[in-house]
């Protein structure tokens, strides 16, 4: 088919979106409700003109020390570094802050790095910690209480994205006081969706499922029937790696059509239980047991990491995986790059019974900004905190989001990397796919932001124009798409990990060697091992610790919920 200019042009933004999808999706959202604040005489004409909102600028500006974490991919725009960047200097110029780095490591060496400094008694003024963090410095008396500063200083669109999802405030709160900031994202949009080769059911004569009999039916068909055609048995049916549970390819959602929660807590009875030591195991353990004996899953799986599994989807061998909403953006799209007609469709995890099944998700908040105990200006994270959610979360405008996310003619140019405040709006992909939805059916994007618009056009490309490779968005966030079953999870087909505390001091110390056998436990199985391996693994994980971490994740419990 030959493009045109127009084509062309859609061309370039399917492949912009599928490299900054994840950052456009949780910065979209309403418009900001503040009025803005042109920038001072005094700020530098770099933010003139943008219509920042800004709050009162500390006049004489004041010091702030901070600490971060800059992968060696991260890539800045000429005469820019981490001590001097578009962040910096509007921290300087519209709010009166000098943010001064004590150090920068990769971000694989932060924990360790700042576990070093605390210790040394050389903390700096704004940092960020994971939850043991975060209860362990509260405990040493090592950070603030921002619970008044939060009161007197939280914008309205700052209030609004922290109270989105119900645990974000709730997962910083400590004996009923706030310690810190969470840096939120959309809990639900870690929960597992069913994707399918469209194509191949298609070419199989195959409809869609409505159970998890026909998933194992169509995963069965896919890897003896010959859906691409080649002629040799040489497709899978169910894709997986060595590590089994994740974003691409995970187990969980399999294991949630067993009415199977592994690795969460779920409500039963008056208290909590830990998903994966439950009888609902055997059954999937079992299923998936008898997939593989019958070459429906990749033999190799085992030794296999998520990118040698990634080239197997590429090649177009794999049928099915259990994965998140983006997967499309990645993995997936590189079947469609390499065989046209691959479609790949969600579908709503299916049940084995009748039953709803349910996907499993957690709380998206793994970590916090904090303040160090005594510092004159704590107030100074909360105006950092609403510049952010004020001009860029809920911000239409797209000069605003060149400036302080990147150029989308750059993409790989990640200007929000150069700043630790950085939080996510937790319902922006399902308000957006829902207002998105809207727009297609009244034919008229005119209310959409920016990026919506962009969706709209590339989705309109494919029914249109015919565009294949704008498949991406329609199963993402079309009208059938995945962001349609994130909104259906979220409302009653979903199972939220009742615990979101910090882990418990069993946890701790026991948690990580109980996760390596069930891991070993669940491979072994898989591979052929008897089930009776999981029901002693059930006996070991109480004996080796489980029986005092149950004990102590309840009596949380008894205290949060």
Same mark, same amino acid.
């Given at each position: 088919?030959?493009?045109?200019?127009?084509?062309?042009?859609?061309?370039?933004?399917?492949?912009?979106?599928?490299?900054?999808?994840?950052?456009?999706?949780?910065? @979209?959202?309403?418009? %900001?409700?503040?009025?803005?604040?042109?920038?001072?005489?005094? $700020?530098? +004409?770099?933010? %003139?003109?943008?219509?920042?909102?800004?709050?009162?600028?500390?006049?004489? &500006?004041?010091?702030?020390?901070?600490?971060?974490?800059?992968? %060696?991919?991260?890539?800045?725009?000429?005469?820019?570094?981490?001590?001097?960047?578009? !962040?910096?200097?509007?921290?300087?110029?519209?709010? @009166?802050?000098?943010?001064?780095?004590?150090?920068?490591? +990769?971000?694989?060496?932060?924990?360790?790095?700042?576990?070093?400094?605390?210790?040394?008694?050389?903390? =700096?003024?704004?940092?960020?910690?994971?939850?043991?963090?975060?209860?362990?410095?509260?405990?040493?008396?090592?950070?603030?209480?921002?619970?008044?500063?939060?009161?007197?200083?939280?914008? %309205?669109?700052?209030?609004?994205?922290?109270?989105?999802?119900?645990?974000?405030?709730?997962?910083?709160t400590i004996d009923g006081k706030l310690w810190g900031i969470p840096l939120t994202d959309a809990?639900?949009?870690?929960?597992? /969706?069913?994707?399918?080769?469209?194509?191949?059911?298609?070419?199989?004569?195959?409809?869609? =499922?409505?159970?998890?009999?026909?998933?194992?039916?169509?995963?069965?068909?896919?890897?003896?029937?010959?859906?691409?055609?080649? *002629?040799?048995?040489?497709?899978?049916?169910?894709?997986?790696?060595?590590?089994?549970?994740?974003?691409?390819? @995970?187990?969980?959602?399999?294991?949630?059509?067993?009415?199977?929660?592994?690795?969460? !807590?779920?409500?039963?009875?008056? *208290?909590?239980?830990?998903? $994966?030591?439950?009888?609902?195991?055997?059954?999937?353990?079992?299923?998936?047991?008898?997939?593989?004996?019958?070459?429906?899953?990749?033999?190799?799986?085992?030794?296999?990491?998520?990118?040698?599994?990634?080239?197997?989807?590429?090649?177009?061998?794999?049928?099915?995986?259990?994965?998140?909403?983006?997967?499309?953006?990645?993995?997936?799209?590189?079947?469609?790059?390499?065989? =046209?007609?691959?479609?790949?469709?969600?579908?709503?995890?299916?049940?084995? +019974?009748?039953?709803?099944?349910?996907?499993?998700?957690?709380?998206?908040?793994?970590?916090?900004?904090?303040?160090?105990?005594?510092?004159?200006?704590?107030?100074?994270?909360?105006?950092?905190?609403?510049? !952010?959610?004020?001009?860029? /979360?809920?911000?239409?405008?797209?000069?605003?989001?060149?400036?302080?996310?990147?150029?989308?003619?750059?993409?790989?140019?990640?200007?929000?990397?150069?700043?630790?405040?950085?939080? !996510?709006?937790?319902?922006?992909?399902?308000?957006? @796919? #829902?207002?998105?939805?809207?727009?297609?059916?009244?034919?008229?994007?005119?209310?959409?932001?920016?990026?919506?618009?962009?969706?709209?056009?590339?989705?309109?490309?494919?029914?249109?124009?015919?565009?294949?490779?704008?498949?991406?968005? /329609?199963?993402?966030?079309? &009208?059938?798409?995945?962001?349609?079953?994130?909104?259906?999870?979220?409302?009653? #087909? *979903?199972?939220?990990?009742?615990?979101? *505390?910090?882990?418990?001091?069993?946890?701790?110390?026991?948690?990580?060697?109980?996760?390596?056998?069930?891991?070993?436990?669940?491979?072994?199985?898989?591979?052929?091992?008897?089930? +009776?391996?999981?029901?002693?693994?059930?006996?070991?994980?109480?004996?080796?610790?489980?029986?005092?971490? /149950?004990?102590?994740?309840?009596?949380?419990?008894?205290?949060?919920?």
């Amino acid at each position: 088919m030959k493009r045109n200019a127009h084509q062309s042009d859609l061309f370039r933004i399917i492949r912009l979106l599928i490299l900054a999808s994840l950052i456009l999706a949780a910065c @979209g959202g309403k418009p %900001a409700s503040a009025t803005p604040t042109p920038a001072s005489a005094s $700020s530098s +004409d770099e933010f %003139a003109g943008l219509g920042l909102v800004t709050p009162n600028r500390y006049d004489p &500006p004041i010091e702030l020390s901070s600490v971060i974490g800059v992968d %060696a991919t991260v890539k800045f725009l000429d005469g820019n570094d981490i001590y001097n960047n578009v !962040w910096t200097r509007a921290y300087r110029n519209l709010l @009166g802050i000098n943010v001064n780095y004590k150090w920068v490591v +990769d971000g694989s060496m932060y924990d360790q790095k700042l576990g070093l400094s605390v210790n040394s008694g050389d903390i =700096p003024d704004m940092f960020h910690v994971n939850a043991s963090q975060l209860k362990l410095y509260q405990e040493a008396g090592l950070i603030e209480d921002l619970t008044a500063v939060y009161a007197a200083e939280a914008s %309205a669109n700052t209030r609004d994205i922290l109270t989105q999802d119900e645990l974000s405030l709730k997962a910083a709160t400590i004996d009923g006081k706030l310690w810190g900031i969470p840096l939120t994202d959309a809990s639900v949009t870690s929960a597992s /969706v069913l994707w399918i080769r469209q194509d191949w059911m298609d070419k199989l004569g195959m409809k869609a =499922p409505a159970s998890m009999a026909d998933v194992l039916e169509i995963s069965r068909r896919f890897a003896k029937d010959d859906p691409d055609g080649n *002629g040799a048995q040489d497709t899978v049916g169910l894709c997986m790696d060595k590590d089994l549970f994740g974003a691409i390819a @995970g187990l969980q959602g399999f294991f949630n059509g067993y009415h199977a929660y592994p690795g969460i !807590w779920i409500e039963q009875g008056a *208290g909590l239980a830990y998903g $994966s030591v439950q009888p609902e195991m055997r059954s999937a353990l079992l299923a998936l047991q008898k997939m593989y004996a019958d070459g429906q899953i990749d033999r190799e799986f085992g030794v296999k990491d998520v990118n040698a599994l990634t080239e197997s989807i590429a090649q177009g061998k794999c049928g099915m995986e259990y994965g998140v909403w983006w997967n499309p953006y990645h993995p997936l799209n590189l079947s469609q790059q390499n065989y =046209p007609a691959a479609y790949w469709q969600a579908f709503p995890i299916l049940s084995v +019974d009748a039953a709803p099944a349910k996907s499993q998700y957690s709380a998206a908040v793994g970590a916090f900004l904090v303040v160090r105990k005594g510092y004159e200006h704590p107030e100074a994270l909360l105006r950092m905190v609403n510049f !952010w959610t004020d001009n860029i /979360v809920r911000s239409q405008s797209d000069p605003i989001r060149q400036k302080f996310l990147g150029d989308i003619n750059a993409p790989d140019v990640v200007l929000y990397k150069y700043t630790p405040i950085v939080l !996510w709006e937790p319902n922006a992909a399902i308000e957006g @796919g #829902r207002k998105l939805r809207q727009a297609l059916t009244k034919h008229d994007p005119s209310s959409l932001n920016l990026e919506t618009q962009w969706r709209y056009r590339i989705i309109q490309a494919y029914f249109e124009q015919g565009v294949k490779e704008a498949w991406v968005e /329609v199963a993402t966030n079309g &009208p059938n798409g995945a962001v349609v079953i994130l909104e259906q999870i979220l409302q009653d #087909r *979903g199972m939220l990990n009742a615990f979101y *505390g910090v882990p418990t001091p069993t946890m701790a110390e026991k948690l990580p060697t109980l996760q390596t056998m069930e891991s070993e436990m669940i491979t072994k199985v898989i591979m052929g091992d008897s089930i +009776d391996r999981f029901d002693q693994f059930v006996k070991d994980w109480y004996n080796l610790g489980g029986t005092n971490i /149950v004990e102590e994740v309840n009596q949380w419990a008894a205290k949060n919920r």
